[in-house]
């Protein structure tokens, strides 16, 4: 912003200061605004919006007399011959409202009701504006005794206005009984008949406006009221194909936004069925919206506007064990992100979206109706059709990837090739599309796809076009996921690419570069611990290390990027080890002082230096073990942690990194650790609710039978927790692990409970590889069933096949199962346990019959 913008604004932020001083001046700004109609327009409206401002940030102390003044020229003046003299009262009604008014000025919703019925447009649609506004921001006090239920007269009101013979009522009308849909408002279930009947009735509307809210109340009823819609459904698709196809591109994106919703319902597959393959047709239209292309831009500037907010997503402790095959489940990065270099919602990606979420649905069968346009879209002579098809193959990777296992031996070398097309978006639509598909290509000979796939990522990401580069980046962080050691050979050459592109990224891919070359760390661990390679990648992080201030945001991705190196270095990472610890001990204190001297003011963001400075400490511990003891005893870190814990305590805050952290420390347990940890324990808050769980395991195998007067505290939660519905598959085996190790360090405590959660602790534990932590586990189960037998004998079954999971356990593991198989058996007799083991799949049958005897 120019510099006499700047002193222009900060003057006239303190002449309204000043002006707000005296009692009439706001008086006088409703004067302009409703009466000084010998005034421009746009003059009279800003004096409202000075008004609006000062109402939001002053009405408390406005005098009776101007508080009850302004309220009545609004109301006298909702009909100004103006619309944006209406759009400015009726912005200024709904903000007196929100300030809790509603209350205070009884005759309001009454009089914009009546006004509504007025024979004049004007007051009408100014009525109705206001109401709109209302409704949008006050929807859940509007259904409250505490205004005696005000929706009970106006749902019915509305509804009467959606055949007026104005286009701009009919849309108000929708629009404002579209606030009560998803909240299944009383007073509109009453009338829910009559309102679908009058949608159906504007369903061809000829203004663009009330079609799109139509679309927009359909999906949401789809959602809460989907009986009543069910005996109109085959209607209500034909509709919603036919606007997927509409020429105004906001009601394409409402209607487009059905099919998402559609896909979430259990009728998904029967309703459509029927229209499958002119609705795939359908969804491929919009794939073909562009919003710009350019080709070389890496030398246009950054607009920092479009960099959009990083929030922290710290470490959690599934990730740091995610060699054991403990693995965090993170949807966010798969997101279809592909085409704009700001992450709107349009409507390209809303089809994308749609023929993901169906193709997860139709599964393979998706594939006869998809395969023939498909091909002809992929192999266009035309640009822009070859890369909406390339945008569908990467929409159907996830539900299809079965069926198109054939085909992939002829599309992925076609892809590769695709990353040197001329055109900027055909190669950046490539990128992700690839990334959709690094699973089998990481599953094939590597010589054969993932060599030339890396090879031809790694000159994207060195690509002239910023789009390119981006979407690369982020194509190249998946592949690496995927591949981890595999890609060891190659280091040298990606290692050589990456800090190349320090010197060539403005800001914004910058940030994503930091999460490639994390990810590097986290897929390759140990192997990247050689002399050549780090003195290839330390030097541009430690200069942008040094070049960052304590207060800038870009921190948080360079710090993680940090723990993950420092964590893979291992001792390669102490000649950084000093400034690098000394720092992130700093932030701590820094950030914990403020929070604790400024507790009402302090943000989330402020929190996140702290966090991820925690994490960093955390990847030193892990990766430099004891050689940190050092550096721990010079400084204060222990009294800042406890502190730090006190602090996301009394604030009722929660802090994943802190469990970690405390368990490389060895951080001195106390009676006040365990609270904490326990009052972590809330599955709605994953990332650390998972690490609290981890870390009461961890502690659990340090402290032996002294955590028995810590069991009632934590395991009630953590049995609540692995019976719950739709829990993520990481926490569920966090928590089954966890139970198991407190059953192996206090059996009498935790064995009285086995029966409430043997069978998912069964289900959670069978698929994952063998490790110490499911060793540590299962002894614990096998110790709880010694001690109470009784607590599964029902779900016995799932114990069996939660053995035969087991590739090599230790011989005095696989002794303790042949006990308690053998102990079953011999109590029921051969022939119950003939009977019984008929039940099972045959190949679990034949590995208990040969690993354990029975």
Avoid at 252 to 258: D, M, Q, S, T, V
Wanted: a negative charge; charged letters at 20%; proline letters at 6%.
């Amino acid at each position: 912003m120019c510099s006499w913008l700047l002193v222009f604004l900060n003057h006239f932020s303190q002449r309204l200061e000043q002006l707000n001083q005296y009692p009439d001046f706001n008086n006088y700004l409703i004067f302009v605004l409703t009466k000084l109609k010998s005034e421009d327009e746009p003059t009279r409206s800003l004096s409202g919006l000075i008004l609006k401002n000062n109402v939001k940030a002053h009405y408390q102390n406005f005098p009776n007399g101007v508080s009850d003044f302004i309220k009545s020229e609004c109301l006298q003046n909702i009909g100004d011959s103006s619309p944006l003299i209406r759009a400015t009262v009726g912005i200024l009604i709904t903000t007196i409202a929100s300030k809790g008014e509603l209350q205070n000025w009884p005759e309001l919703l009454p009089k914009l009701c009546l006004l509504l019925d007025s024979e004049d447009y004007n007051t009408c649609e100014g009525a109705f504006g206001a109401l709109q506004k209302i409704c949008e921001d006050s929807a859940e006090i509007l259904d409250s005794d505490m205004l005696d239920r005000p929706l009970n007269i106006m749902i019915p009101k509305f509804l009467q206005f959606f055949k007026h013979n104005s286009p701009k009522i009919r849309s108000h009308a929708i629009a404002c009984v579209n606030q009560f849909i998803i909240s299944r408002t009383q007073a509109l279930m009453l009338h829910i008949d009559p309102f679908i009947e009058n949608l159906f009735a504007l369903a061809t509307d000829e203004e663009p406006e009330v079609r799109k809210n139509v679309c927009r109340a359909l999906v949401m009823l789809l959602e809460v009221r989907l009986d009543r819609l069910l005996p109109h459904m085959h209607n209500i698709i034909e509709y919603m194909l036919q606007r997927t196809q509409d020429h105004d591109e906001n009601v394409a994106l409402e209607a487009c936004e059905f099919w998402l919703t559609l896909a979430e319902q259990p009728v998904c597959k029967e309703v459509l069925c029927g229209h499958l393959s002119y609705e795939n047709e359908v969804c491929f239209l919009p794939c073909f919206c562009h919003q710009g292309d350019i080709e070389e831009d890496e030398a246009i500037p950054d607009n920092e506007q479009d960099i959009r907010p990083r929030f922290h997503r710290s470490r959690t402790v599934a990730q740091q064990h995610e060699g054991d095959g403990i693995e965090e489940d993170d949807d966010e990065d798969d997101e279809l992100d592909d085409d704009d270099t700001i992450s709107d919602w349009n409507l390209r990606k809303c089809s994308a979206a749609a023929l993901d979420v169906l193709a997860n649905v139709f599964r393979d069968d998706l594939l006869l109706h998809i395969l023939p346009l498909l091909k002809e879209l992929l192999f266009h002579p035309e640009w822009v059709v070859k890369e909406s098809g390339i945008l569908v193959l990467g929409a159907i990777a996830e539900g299809c990837m079965q069926g198109m296992i054939p085909y992939l031996p002829e599309l992925i070398p076609h892809l590769i090739q695709c990353l040197s097309d001329k055109k900027a978006l055909v190669r950046s639509i490539t990128c992700w599309t690839l990334s959709r598909y690094a699973h089998w290509v990481v599953s094939q000979p590597p010589d054969i796809y993932l060599k030339p796939l890396m090879t031809e990522l790694l000159k994207r990401i060195l690509d002239s076009n910023k789009r390119v580069q981006e979407a690369a980046c982020s194509a190249f962080a998946t592949l690496e996921e995927e591949a981890c050691t595999e890609l060891v050979p190659y280091l040298a050459f990606i290692l050589d690419t990456l800090v190349f592109a320090f010197s060539k990224y403005q800001h914004k891919n910058l940030l994503i570069l930091y999460d490639a070359i994390g990810t590097l760390a986290d897929s390759v661990g140990h192997h990247l611990n050689k002399p050549e390679y780090i003195q290839m990648l330390m030097p541009p992080l430690i200069q942008k290390w040094n070049q960052l201030k304590d207060e800038d945001k870009d921190l948080f991705p360079l710090l993680e990027c940090l723990s993950s190196v420092a964590t893979a270095l291992q001792s390669g990472f102490l000649p950084y080890c000093e400034p690098v610890y000394q720092r992130c001990v700093n932030l701590v204190q820094k950030t914990l002082a403020q929070a604790m001297s400024q507790p009402d003011q302090y943000e989330a963001p402020d929190k996140d230096f702290m966090i991820v400075a925690l994490d960093l400490l955390s990847g030193l511990a892990e990766g430099l073990g004891g050689t940190i003891e050092q550096l721990v005893a010079r400084s204060n870190i222990l009294t800042l942690m406890y502190q730090c814990m006190q602090f996301f305590r009394s604030a009722r805050r929660s802090d994943q990194s802190l469990f970690p952290l405390a368990e490389f420390f060895d951080f001195p347990l106390s009676a006040d650790f365990m609270p904490i940890l326990g009052t972590n324990l809330n599955p709605e808050l994953i990332s650390v609710c998972n690490n609290a769980t981890w870390a009461i395991g961890e502690i659990s195998i340090q402290m032996g039978p002294e955590m028995q007067p810590y069991i009632a505290m934590v395991l009630h939660q953590l049995v609540e927790i692995i019976n719950r519905p739709n829990t993520p598959k990481t926490l569920l085996e966090n928590t089954a692990i966890t139970i198991g190790r407190l059953g192996y360090v206090c059996p009498q405590e935790v064995a009285p409970m086995l029966q409430q959660f043997i069978r998912p602790w069964c289900t959670s534990l069978r698929n994952i590889r063998d490790n110490e932590e499911k060793d540590s586990a299962f002894r614990g189960i096998c110790t709880m069933i010694s001690v109470n037998p009784g607590g599964v004998v029902q779900d016995f079954i799932f114990f069996c096949d939660a053995v035969a999971s087991w590739v090599n356990p230790k011989d005095d593991l696989r002794d303790m199962f042949c006990k308690i198989l053998h102990g079953f058996k011999n109590q029921v007799g051969e022939e119950n346990w003939r009977r019984f083991s008929d039940q099972f799949p045959m190949p679990l049958k034949e590995r208990l019959a040969t690993f354990y005897g029975v």
